[in-house]
């Protein structure tokens, strides 16, 4: 942070909210701060992102907290977000605009992007449209889709278009900022030398960190000629991409280079680029090269023990030099490349003829690796096709992958190998040619844009919210775009999430033991070493749980804790109590577990069918006569499609609190679950064996959720409840990420099997479709999952003979579980895939077959459900419109003519979102309303507040049924003391149901006030509550909502399962690299027809969000599981969901004009969970755009694509030759690193 100082035996920094500086005497270099420094602003202070300021270069940094040595901010300042600005004292313009900008949801990410966007405002106040792109690069959201964040930055820019009106916001004051503490102020002159011009090149120092050498390079670039920085340029392209600029500021050049991991993109580039790396230690100094044998440590050319990197002299590039970087990742930013690669041809004076050559990888190997033998023996010669030839095919012999090599992908990483060869060689083609036209012919026009990376341009969206009613009284809130009642608060990190609650008195941490094991007895289970470790208080088994271990949810009893047999990896086996949470965790990996492997390891959907092992229960719904229309269509199409699962990552892990209130057995949880009632009786009641009045579970808010804290949820915190009332004192469990990703299961993965039968001019006249969904060990919610799929099944299109069965696999995974949308994403795209097929079949467009199949106007679904289709219909059109949709499809078959190995894509979807919960009893709410004396409500319901705004909405609706202003409404948080019974926040309907329930109060309250108020017509609140008072009123109602008429019948298929539909339809556009894999979502347009808003701003932020989430498990999100079972995506590293650089850079939303739904609060729609299947239309873009680098390739049979289209699929599905060049492995020679399930 502050590189000049001078080494001290005293630390000291300023943690700037309070402007407190800290200081320790005697530090050593080990020193790690915690208990020493006061631990608790630490705790608190630096669980986020940061600002660092640092005195020498008086710049900011943004700094991930978890990833700062204490030691490195001796010195420095530090500002968190609760330095920045609060409600209490001032809140900073950037709290304010991300707040009013609608950027905050859960707002767990919330204190994070504040921090990166205050950072950036600090070093450029007026900041260009890149550096905010580049400064929200490692930051990620899982709620908002991350437009209205871009928005709210953009109010800063001043090149960007006015979005919002100025007048609105606190203005930026640079002047009024948090100063540098004077007392950190020192009068040395901190200039210790970084960079040195040598004449032979650029000398860095080894303690810069990536970000000083990124900043350093780009200055150089611009004062030497371009033959000189060659290699200059690569690397600063890849500083550009490598991880994001919080990692960038703290990782130094030094330890990138020592550390030498196998992805290092830096080190191919240096390793090419013929480096040096000056060391020292107590015997002198010396120099080493930066080559081969330094990078696979070989300890001839190695530091010696004691000796430091001081700095890496990289040479100027010389002419007739070319250096380039190629990487490929599977998110565009912010992701380790699957392959990167530095390649460097010098050429001598003209000729054309290779003199030196030098190709390093990464990624393919324990660290980078250099096909030296290929270069050597392509010395001599000329930079032509033959050599190219050659050249794949000795890079190929020399860098070989084995087929089980680790990370899997081997055969897309071959690909890659050459691919990125084939760019060099074109780039050089084409620079040789600028060089000297006459002797080199350069590159062909349609191979051109095979040199350009697929930039994120700048991003800018649209919102057309619909026109309010004129009639409308201007103080009721209803239909208008109010902020998220927590908008500030998220910003000013002032929000209480469940682990934000103050550690109480005797608190224990507890920490599960889980299995190795996928399927396997277990012989015995050792826990006396566990248990002698300090601090451990007991370890809870199921010996303890006797009697109350198993439940049922449905029909297949299951276990809270398993210690015979295990059936996944991840079973939750025993847990550990401890006084802290790293006593607790270090204790759980003590914990001795020998196993006896079983047999049958059923993973995959496949093997399940193989070993015909389903759960319970298969569902079907048949229509009209499917056997009979396939005897009369033209033509019959056959096909399959998978689907991967899909990882919540809500970005507040499980979270449960539970406190033994001491008398009568009473217990309060704090929890972050969806289902508070559930928690309430069915586990921890049923658990303690005590009656549910004893137990409160209270919920304030959830840090995300999206389907995934109910099952798991449940039964932690019945473990949880069980040791604190055990040994009588509050319990807390926090999972860490990676245990959350490996415990709670997610979306299913779904197999889907097809046949259409259908006219020559596109008509589907039969539909049989068979989906098989991959539910892991336990039911969990398995059936209903499979169950709203099949009822899903037919989309937006009437079939005229439908029949769809569908099976819930049962497999050796963790249990799969609700995640948004809730089986209608895989449902409706196996029928999506099954009409893009069609489509290609009849030689026509998937979009002229979508609409020719569509529901017009009055229909029947195939569960006789009645269904107006007009607003379906009425967004496809508005889409098709909005988006241009036949000029661009037009746009891009020019484009895609014009380049070979870049191709676009456009694809158009409609939705039709039925919404309801198949059951009346579980639609059913309730709320309470009271009236305090001074006039103020207190409105509690039973909805759960997970970034959704439905507390938002729920004050509106009491606004407007009061009539009263919302500032005279608070809600405290969903209890199931206040409101009992409450059913479980999902489907969409949270403010639906919840909304009726609270106006059913508020109209209850009124009606007997009416009196009063009639009699007082110009009172306040506060007069006429105590009138009422006066006059023995009750100021106090509960509201209920009994819950939609619905209904279904599994015998005959037949029923009302849903209340309304939600209509939408999404167009989409993007490019691939046919060399890479590479896609970039160039532009989406959303057609929505949401009935009347309740609050447009939070339902484009469902809508938008949704989408995203859709875009991220259609297209990169991608689970990876050994073939024993353990899931190796664990975390931000290795599961990627889509950042800021994947939004599309055009976003247009727009609503359909209001429409009545008279059944529903103020005739308004659920729009939670509709977006997220949209995201499928970025899909069948990519889909698009293969199928037309195929046919350019005159390859015209059937394309079978999988989701996620990954990288990996869209560049493997590009076939060419390089595809046809690299080694396959025989099916079965080998095992493979991972499989998919
Ligand atoms: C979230 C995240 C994302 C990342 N993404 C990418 C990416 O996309 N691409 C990529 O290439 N890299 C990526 N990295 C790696 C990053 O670039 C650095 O390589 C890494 O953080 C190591 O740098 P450091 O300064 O933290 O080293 P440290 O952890 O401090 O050091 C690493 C090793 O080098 C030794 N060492 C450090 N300095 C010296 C010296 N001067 N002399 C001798 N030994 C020394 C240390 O003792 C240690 O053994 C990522 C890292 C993280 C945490
Ligand atoms: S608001 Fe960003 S993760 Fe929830």
Redesign the pocket.
Known sequence: ANPGRAPAQKMEFALGGWSHVIREENVSPSFKGKNKLEETVLESELGDLVCMQSLTLQLHYPA?AC?L?ICSLHGAAVTTVEGVGSTKARIHPVQERVAKCHGTQCGFCTPGMVMSIYTLLRNHPEPTLDQLTDALG?NLCRCTGYRPIIDACKTFCKTSPKLFSEEEFLPLDPTQELIFPPELMVSSNHTALFTNDFILGLTLG??L??AQVKEILAEVIQKLPEEKTQTYHALLK?LG????CQ??N??????????R?L?????PLLAVGNCTLN?LSKEGERQIPLNEQFLTKCPSAD?KPG????SVNIPYSRKWEFVSAFRQ?QRQQ????IV?SGMRVFFGEGGGIIRELSIAY?GVGPTTICAKNSCQKLIGRPWNEEMLDAACRLILDEVSLPGWAPGGKVEFKRTLLISFFFKFYLKVSQILKTMDPVRYPGLADKYESALEDLHSRNHWGTSKYQVGNPKQLPQDPIGRPIMHLSGIKHTTGEAIYCDDMPVLDGELFLAFVTSSRAHAEIVSIDLSEALSLPGVVDIVTEEDLRGVNSFCLLIEPEKLLETQEVSCVGQLVCAVVADSEVQAKQAAKKVKIVYQDLEPVILTIEEAIRHHSFFQGERKLEYGNVDEAFKVVDQILEGEIHMGGQEHFYMETQSMLAVPKGEDQEMDVYVSSQFPKYIQVTWVAATLKVPANKIMCHVKRVGGAFGGKVTKTGIMAAITAFAANKHGRPVRCILERGEDMLITGGRHPYLGKYKAGFMNDGRILALDVEHYCNGGSTLDESLFVLETGVLKVDNAYKFPNLRCQGWACKTNLPSNTALRGFGFPQSGLITENCITEVAAKCGLSPEKVRMMNMYKEIDQTPYKQEIDATNLIQCWKECMAMSSYSLRKVAVEKFNSENYWKKKGLAMVPLKFPVGFGSTAACQAAALVHIYLDGSVLVTHGGIEMGQGVHTKMIQVASRELRMPMSNVHLRGTSTETVPNANVSGASLVADLNGLAVKDACQTLLKRLEPIISKNPKGTWKDWAQAAYDESISLSATGYFRGYETHMNWETGEGHPFEYFVFGAACSEVEIDCLTGAHKNIRTDIVMDIGHSINPALDVGQIEGAFIQGMGLYTIEELKYSPQGVLYTRG??QYKIPAVSDVPTELHVSFLPPSQNSNTLYSSKGLGEPGVFLGCSVFFAIHDAVRAARQERGLLGPLKLDSPLTPEKIRMACEDKFTKMIPRDEPGSYVPWNIPV
């Open positions: 991930n990833l040595p490692g080894a303690g960190s990536l890849h991409t490598l991880a994001g990692i960038r703290m990782a130094s050049l030094g330890g990138h280079i020592v550390s991991h992805d290092s993109d830096l080190n060391l530091l000796e430091i990197l001081v990742a912010n992701a380790l490349a990167n990464g931000p590293d």
